[in-house]
């Protein structure tokens, strides 16, 4: 019995990027031998044993062969004769075609150590196009590694778009492709996912309503980037290198859906693009099943952004109703991460990237004003329904106020 270790582990250690999980291979062993040695088998596909004192995975050595649709169609085989080669071999890419043993000998026979090097991300084997989910974590990847250099080699983006255009995508789960989605959004180059989803003919599949804004122009003076899907990333770009939370960049990602539905007669503009990008959000978010939370923030940046640019500009009430919108009094959080998702909208343009957004600190200094007061500020011969509807116009009035002192 020979245990390996394998995958983004051994990736990871070369490259000097940082990791924490494990996976091991064992090659020459039964499900016999484990379970003695005190391994706990997990998974119903493959045997995968859990180490009985760290509880890092542990799988024998297997081949593989396709036997239907999507990403669960395979046929496993496990057994002493399986070489470590024949195990490796299924794997997506190069790079994560790699073992180690406990001496430290790495054994590479795919040339993965090759293309770390040259930063190039390869397929292995055209077995690569049996799996439809490794297009999206080939995308991943490029996102993840962007920062090094890397990029998928043309061969293998080939083969992306030969999975794209066989209709094999529609076999992934909602919940798988969120999941890839999600961790994909949170790496700091999350825009390169997209970009190299769109390369490859996948974004139109999977995220049609973000493909349609590629080609859509907007007004120069405002966006001189021109494209809305450009612009979409760029917003994006700039949610990742403020490093907001998950809930942010997906808000941010999605937030101009509705300008893909603006009539052909009023291009360049985009009048009421808001409201119209209310229903294509709602149906990302449904469609993927993502979290009520990511949701609401997603619905509300996409319905109100304009206003967060024109914060300076809006009537006292008008912000405090928006404020109210956004539950300002009981999750002041939610203000902040409207707040963060509408400078990043702000900035993602072209040249723009680094031009002040002094309306994030008005928007969070209003929501401060309002927030302290309470109903202990009001007269004592206040009581019932009057109390709410004096706060509420106690609010209003500190806000004209605040607005007088950024006039004057």
Same mark, same amino acid.
Not at 122 to 135: G, I, K, Q
């Given at each position: 019995m020979r245990v390996y270790l394998v995958g983004g582990a051994v990736r990871d250690h070369l490259?000097?990027?940082?990791?924490?999980?494990?996976?091991?291979?064992v090659v020459g062993a039964t499900p016999e031998q484990l379970?003695?040695?005190?391994?706990?088998?997990?998974?119903?596909?493959?045997?995968?044993?859990?180490?009985?004192?760290?509880?890092e995975e542990y799988a024998l050595a297997r081949t593989e062969r396709k036997s239907g649709v999507g990403y669960h169609g395979f046929q496993f085989f496990t057994d002493t004769?399986?070489?470590?080669?024949?195990?490796?071999?299924?794997?997506?890419?190069?790079?994560? @075609?790699? @073992?180690?043993?406990?001496?430290?000998?790495?054994?590479?026979p795919y040339d993965g150590q090759q293309d770390l090097q040259h930063k190039?991300? =390869?397929?292995?084997?055209?077995?690569?196009?049996?799996?439809?989910?490794?297009?999206?974590?080939?995308?991943?990847f490029a996102a993840r590694y962007a920062s090094y250099g890397f990029k998928v080699a043309e061969e293998t983006l080939q083969?992306?778009?030969?999975?794209?255009?066989?209709?094999?995508?529609?076999?992934?789960?909602?919940? =798988?492709?969120?999941?890839?989605?999600?961790?994909?959004?949170?790496?700091?180059?999350?825009?390169?996912?997209?970009?190299?989803?769109?390369? !490859?003919?996948?974004?139109?599949?999977?995220?049609?309503?973000?493909?349609?804004?590629?080609?859509?122009?907007?007004?120069?003076?405002?966006h001189p980037e021109i494209d809305c899907g450009i612009h979409t990333?760029?917003?994006?770009?700039? @949610? !990742?290198? @403020?490093?907001?939370?998950?809930e942010v960049r997906f808000a941010v990602l999605v937030h101009d859906l509705g300008k893909a539905l603006t009539p052909v007669d009023e291009l360049p503009r985009h009048i009421m693009h808001e409201e119209r990008g209310i229903p294509p959000v709602t149906q990302i978010c449904d469609r993927l099943k993502v979290p009520t939370a990511l949701k609401n923030l997603a619905l509300i940046v996409c319905k109100e952004h304009l206003k967060c640019h024109q914060v300076k500009n809006l009537k006292p009430g008008t912000l405090w109703r928006l404020l109210q919108r956004l539950d300002v009094l009981r999750r002041p959080e939610k203000v902040e991460a409207f707040v963060q998702a509408c400078e990043c909208d702000a900035k993602g343009r072209l040249g723009l990237e680094q031009r002040p957004y002094p309306q994030?600190?008005?928007?969070?200094?209003?929501?401060?004003?309002?927030?302290?007061?309470r109903a202990q500020d009001?007269?004592?011969?206040?009581?019932?329904?009057?109390?709410?509807e004096m706060l509420i116009q106690y609010r209003i009035d500190a806000l004209a106020k605040f607005k007088e002192q950024h006039i004057n």
């Open positions: 490259l000097g990027h940082p990791y924490h999980e494990k996976d091991y291979v379970l003695a040695e005190g391994y706990q088998p997990v998974g119903k596909d493959f045997p995968v044993f859990l180490h009985p004192k760290t509880k004769s399986v070489k470590l080669e024949d195990d490796l071999v299924r794997r997506d890419l190069t790079i994560n @075609a790699m @073992a180690m043993d406990e001496n430290g000998t790495v054994y590479d190039i991300l =390869r397929h292995v084997s055209d077995a690569f196009t049996e799996d439809p989910l490794r297009v999206l974590r080939v995308a991943r083969l992306m778009r030969k999975i794209a255009q066989s209709g094999e995508l529609s076999a992934l789960t909602p919940e =798988r492709v969120w999941k890839e989605t999600s961790r994909a959004l949170m790496e700091d180059h999350a825009d390169v996912y997209f970009q190299i989803l769109k390369d !490859c003919d996948a974004l139109e599949v999977l995220f049609p309503e973000i493909n349609a804004l590629f080609g859509v122009p907007q007004r120069p003076e405002y990333l760029m917003a994006l770009k700039q @949610a !990742c290198l @403020a490093n907001y939370a998950l994030a600190q008005y928007m969070l200094d209003a929501m401060q004003i309002v927030r302290n007061i009001l007269p004592e011969h206040v009581s019932g329904p009057e109390i709410g």
